[in-house]
């Protein structure tokens, strides 16, 4: 069964500070990372896609992958409260067949 | 709106009841997807389809469980004899695959399903 295993939290940040969110992956022939970003009761909505090993960024948001570790991150730099949300990480599996979704890690930013 | 849109938003039925929903994803998209998420938990796949192929259902998903693509465009998802453990919310999401990267998928809003 392949999978995705993300800590569930909460994860408490101040405000202003990085927010550092961690997945890890099974399959290694996975080739397509994505972060998706879920408020309660809503839908999820892109944040990151990423496909090669390496950081990622814009704006905020930092996305890193490495694949031979099979671990791929999300940082949130300058953290604020609207950030306060449960984060997706998500994996393709079998290559181009679908993702499967972890099961999110609660963010909690301080004010 | 060129999002992906769900219909409807919230459904409340009684146990044994059967259910459809439906799903008009972005109209340029070749690839939909449906996924059901539970409290706590991420969306767990469903079945998707490319065009009006179906190319892959879930194991998890009981022979209660069908769903349509009949011209490639927008999707139904029906449940038969609904059951209290059916109470989810369904999302849909679509995106254009071209290759073999995975492409990013883009979610409808969902539709919350309470069977009573």
């Known amino acids: 069964q392949k999978e995705v295993e993300q800590n569930s939290g909460p994860l408490s940040v101040p405000e202003g500070a990085i927010a550092s969110l961690n997945c890890t992956y099974s399959?290694?022939?996975?080739?397509?990372f994505f972060w998706y970003r879920q408020y309660s009761g809503k839908s999820p909505e892109l944040i990151m896609s990423?496909?090669?090993?390496g950081d990622k960024e814009d704006g905020r948001f930092t996305a890193q992958l490495n694949k031979a570790s099979q671990y791929v991150s999300l940082l949130i730099r300058d953290s604020q409260p609207s950030d306060s949300a449960t984060y997706l990480c998500?994996?393709?599996?079998?290559?181009?067949?679908?993702?499967?979704f972890g099961k999110g890690t609660r963010l909690h930013i301080l004010p | 709106d060129t999002g992906v849109s769900q219909d409807p938003r919230h459904k409340i039925t009684k146990r044994g009841q059967n259910v459809t929903f439906r799903c008009d994803p972005i109209?340029?998209?070749?690839?939909l997807y449906w996924y059901r998420q539970t409290l706590g938990q991420g969306p767990e796949f469903l079945t998707y389809?490319?065009?009006?192929?179906?190319?892959?259902k879930s194991r998890l998903l009981s022979d209660r469980f069908s769903a349509e693509r009949p011209k490639g465009s927008f999707s139904t998802l029906e449940i038969q004899r609904t059951e209290q453990g059916d109470s989810a919310m369904y999302l849909c999401?679509?995106?254009?695959?071209?290759?073999?990267?995975?492409?990013?998928?883009?979610f409808g809003p969902g539709t919350r399903l309470l069977v009573l």
């Open positions: 389809f490319q065009n009006e192929a179906q190319l892959e």
């Open positions: 990423i496909y090669s090993n």
């Open positions: 109209s340029e998209h070749n690839r």
């Open positions: 399959d290694r022939g996975s080739q397509s």
């Open positions: 999401a679509s995106s254009l695959t071209i290759q073999a990267l995975q492409e990013t998928q883009y």
């Open positions: 998500a994996v393709n599996v079998n290559r181009d067949d679908k993702i499967i």
